[in-house]
């Protein structure tokens, strides 16, 4: 029996140390604030609950698999989960509406063609089997085996180009450009080109810089689908945390790492604010790169050769700005769990959100809206829950203020399965004009909805909150992540600022791949 001592209770962390107990190590987690989920909180107020991080699940074959091998309960059996259909509803900017069903790429093209106009479910339908070739290709390197050594060859795209006829007949190499010219060259009509472009800036990514194979993110949700677990997202972090503690994981919060002890050229333990040392033979690094490296005082836990992270890059990721709505009167009975408001100026927003300058929102932002119809997110049948949100570039006007920081997260003794958000900021006069932008945008999803309005909470992005998107290949390699395993014997990276990246399904592989390094060795290439 190993001592593993894990840094930070995010997704990724805790899948990881479910997976390592079951394996019969010994595993003590160690959490700065006082809760587990990282970015997968929930804001409670009089009644209403509101999920502040991911709203939905894409992947749940990820989550479901780690309860099977961390136990004889299957997922279902803790969580009710259940796929949301529509998948999505989309408002484009000249008032068409479509409907998309969930993971059913015969009634997508159906619905596009019906709102969109005869040929355009065929053009999105031949896009997305080119993006289940990009899928195929790189599935296996990406998802479900450590990042290879010779990382440099996933810096090809393998999104396919379309065919060419040559003198040898027609021929399908692989694309070379970024997904917004993918868009631009075979989707042709402006509505086609916002939804897919809505894929990627929700996870982060600039579809004018993007790889083609990014391709694959609206690719991934249609096929396998979107789900929602009764009680929000955060359910799922508690069903972890609670397995996690059923394979008698240790958990203490409000204990912050200040230094990785290092013994004998390998990771050794960890040292806390309070002076306190805990010993480990093997130590699991759920942080962002940067903080990895003051944690071992200034030495680079991955070497030239591997993939390194550029040094800002936890400050260019953008974050989400939401609007929690407490409606009155009932959901209506049809109405989308998810409703995405497209912007009319996407440039605007483009560069609003990935410029160079301080991040603000367009004056009309593309606005995601959730409606989930949870008994649990609501006081009463006569009341709703509403959540919006938008992108907006990281650490900018709209970024919390010291002057609102307030205490940040929960104290450490507060109850660490309430998954409390912060509280919302006070409005000033930036936030409440932001506020407003989407209720206006989210009034195109909900008519009437500034009349139903009881009480709103404001929650801007705070300070390296945001999660950047899931690992992609082409780019030269520039959108991979570091590999889990550092140049440091024993100490081991996980989460999403990691191999694969980010997102709900991606810090469950994440974990299954640490896992997997520490319990079969390091020269694991992962399952068969």
């Known amino acids: 029996m190993a001592r593993i001592a894990v840094i930070g209770a995010g997704m990724g962390a805790m899948a990881a140390a479910a997976r390592l107990a079951v394996a019969g190590h010994r595993v003590a987690v160690y959490e700065r604030n006082g809760t587990y989920g990282g970015a997968v909180r929930r804001f409670e107020r009089a009644g209403f609950g509101f999920d502040t991080g991911p709203g939905l699940l894409h992947l749940p074959a990820v989550y479901r698999d780690l309860f099977v091998k961390t136990g004889r309960e299957p997922l279902e059996s803790v969580l009710e989960l259940s796929q949301v259909d529509p998948a999505a509803r989309h408002v484009f900017a000249d008032g068409t509406a479509v409907s998309l069903p969930n993971a059913s790429r015969a009634g997508v093209l159906a619905a596009l063609d019906g709102a969109l106009g005869a040929g355009a479910g065929e053009r999105w339908s031949d896009f997305l089997g080119r993006a289940r070739e990009a899928w195929d290709r790189t599935r296996r390197p990406l998802l479900e085996e450590p990042l290879w050594p010779d990382w440099q060859v996933l810096g090809r795209d393998p999104y396919p180009a379309l065919p060419k006829r040559s003198l040898f007949g027609r021929r399908?190499?692989?694309?070379?450009?970024?997904?917004?010219?993918?868009?631009?060259?075979?989707?042709?009509?402006?509505?086609?080109?916002?939804?897919?472009?809505?894929?990627?800036?929700?996870?982060?990514?600039?579809?004018?810089?993007?790889?083609?194979?990014?391709?694959?993110?609206?690719?991934?949700?249609?096929?396998?689908?979107?789900?929602?677990?009764?009680?929000?997202?955060?359910?799922?972090?508690?069903?972890?945390?609670?397995?996690?503690?059923?394979?008698?994981?240790?958990?203490?919060?409000?204990?912050?790492?200040?230094?990785?002890?290092?013994?004998?050229?390998?990771?050794?333990?960890?040292?806390?604010?309070?002076?306190?040392?805990?010993?480990?033979?093997?130590?699991?690094?759920?942080?962002?790169?940067?903080?990895?490296?003051?944690?071992?005082?200034?030495?680079?836990?991955?070497?030239?050769?591997?993939?390194?992270p550029a040094a800002d890059e936890r400050r260019r990721v953008p974050g989400r700005f939401t609007v929690a709505l407490a409606l009155r009167g009932p959901r209506p009975a049809d109405a989308a769990h998810r409703t995405v408001v497209h912007t009319a100026d996407p440039a605007a927003e483009l560069a609003a959100v990935f410029g160079a300058g301080p991040g603000t929102l367009c004056d009309r932002p593309t606005v995601t809206v959730l409606r989930p119809d949870d008994p649990e997110s609501r006081p009463d049948d006569d009341h709703e829950a509403v959540t919006l949100s938008a992108a907006v570039a990281p650490y900018g006007d709209l970024a919390r203020s010291p002057a609102t920081a307030g205490s940040g997260a929960p104290a450490a003794s507060a109850d660490p399965r309430s998954g409390a958000h912060e509280a919302a900021v006070e409005e000033t006069a930036a936030l409440a004009a932001a506020a407003d932008r989407l209720i206006e945008a989210a009034g195109a999803a909900i008519p009437g909805l500034r009349e139903r309005v009881l009480w709103r909470a404001v929650l801007p992005p705070a300070e390296g909150e945001s999660v950047p998107g899931p690992a992609l290949a082409g780019a030269g390699g520039r959108f991979l992540r570091p590999a889990n395993r550092t140049r440091i014997p024993g100490l081991y990276a996980v989460g999403g600022w990691t191999h694969p990246g980010g997102g709900l399904a991606h810090a469950g592989m994440s974990g299954a791949l640490v896992a997997g390094l520490i319990v079969n060795g390091d020269d694991w290439r992962g399952s068969q």
């Open 172 to 308: 399908r190499p692989t694309a070379d450009g970024t997904l917004a010219e993918v868009a631009r060259r075979e989707l042709k009509d402006p509505r086609l080109t916002a939804l897919l472009e809505s894929y990627a800036v929700a996870y982060g990514f600039d579809p004018r810089t993007a790889p083609a194979s990014a391709a694959i993110l609206p690719y991934m949700e249609q096929t396998f689908g979107s789900w929602y677990p009764r009680g929000g997202i955060r359910a799922l972090a508690d069903a972890l945390y609670e397995r996690c503690l059923a394979r008698k994981v240790e958990f203490t919060f409000g204990a912050e790492v200040t230094r990785i002890v290092e013994a004998d050229g390998r990771a050794a333990g960890v040292e806390l604010r309070d002076g306190s040392c805990a010993e480990a033979d093997t130590v699991v690094a759920g942080i962002a790169p940067d903080l990895l490296t003051a944690l071992l005082k200034g030495t680079e836990p991955w070497g030239a050769d591997d993939v390194r």
